[in-house]
């Protein structure tokens, strides 16, 4: 065990002790806080056992004259905090990155800690995780960081590292979800985050109203569902790709029996350079629309195997669209 360098005695600044007593369930008085501080850094919890995840500068802000980012991690979830803290230092600097590994040195001590000053970083990213709910010190750090919030002295941006369910004191906060989403995505958003960018990550740019569905098929026959899932579509007119080579291999109908314009297109050529050939098919009346979908019974009339290459949707005179497939 080390032992506290020889700087005096201990100055613990009124507010920060009455903030820090308030919060912490169980510490009666100085001589806790002090003795709990010790042990952070001197005690069974030491830098060996568990670097932790630097706690003084969120409490006192030693490191306010370059530091913006705190990670706010324990021991065990460093495999995954340590690439974010990498990364993290490449784009802003070592400096601005409170990472306990290189921010904490061996003689550093926590008199020296607290009288550098009490400013706080701008951003506490806090690793939330079993692991990290059970540590103490964690505990404490990520308080303090709400409180220091409450002030606006600093933000607190939860990260879920795995399925572990956020405390209810942060339940407020929108989390940025490493479990889930990755951990390139997750170092994005924090990127974007501390230049003051939208973290907003597009999830659906491909949006298809319409997607097909193969509901049956034998070795002549396929069944098809075009669906609409969301919107009305007033032109049900639709495009059967093929590679048959002569119209007489295929044939389509509607499946609930009604009217239609049919026809023949050889030689399409598609954007992603294929040339194809389709049957034109359009209902006489009624749309595609969310809970009436368009039924397709598609077959080679002459006894062998359909050839079926997709669908596609007419959406203006002179364009149509690829129908994706149902997911």
Wanted: charged content about 15%.
């Amino acid at each position: 065990m080390r032992g506290l360098p020889e700087q005096g005695e201990a100055v613990i600044p009124e507010a920060w002790q009455a903030g820090i007593l308030a919060m912490v369930p169980g510490l009666r008085g100085r001589g806790d806080l002090l003795a709990l501080l010790i042990q952070r850094d001197t005690g069974e919890r030491c830098l060996s056992e568990n670097p932790g995840s630097g706690f003084w500068p969120v409490m006192w802000g030693g490191y306010s004259d370059g530091m913006v980012i705190f990670l706010s991690h324990t021991h065990a979830d460093k495999p995954v905090v340590e690439p974010v803290a990498m990364r993290l230092a490449a784009i802003f600097g070592q400096e601005a990155v409170f990472y306990d590994s290189w921010s904490i040195k061996p003689g550093d001590g926590i008199i020296q800690q607290m009288n550098r000053g009490l400013a706080a970083p701008e951003f506490v990213f806090f690793f939330v995780s079993a692991a990290s709910l059970k540590s103490k010190m964690v505990e404490l750090e990520w308080q303090n960081a709400l409180y220091q919030s409450t002030q606006g002295r600093t933000r607190i941006v939860p990260v879920r590292v795995d399925g572990t369910p956020m405390p209810p004191l942060l339940l407020q906060n929108l989390y940025l979800d490493m479990f889930a989403n990755g951990i390139e995505a997750v170092i994005q958003q924090m990127v974007n985050l501390v230049q003051g960018l939208s973290t907003f990550t597009p999830q659906h740019v491909g949006f298809s109203n319409l997607t097909f569905q193969v509901t049956s098929r034998s070795v002549s026959q396929l069944e098809i569902c075009v669906a609409a899932s969301h919107l009305l579509e007033p032109d049900p007119a639709v495009l059967v790709l093929t590679q048959a080579a002569d119209e007489e291999e295929l044939a389509v109908t509607i499946g609930t029996g009604e009217p239609c314009r049919m026809g023949w297109n050889p030689g399409l050529a598609l954007t992603d350079g294929r040339t194809v050939n389709a049957r034109f098919v359009a209902p006489l009346g009624g749309a595609i629309s969310p809970g009436k979908p368009l039924r397709l019974k598609v077959s080679n009339p002459k006894g062998g195997a359909v050839s079926f290459l997709g669908v596609m949707h007419r959406i203006s005179e002179h364009e149509w669209a690829t129908i994706p497939p149902k997911p």
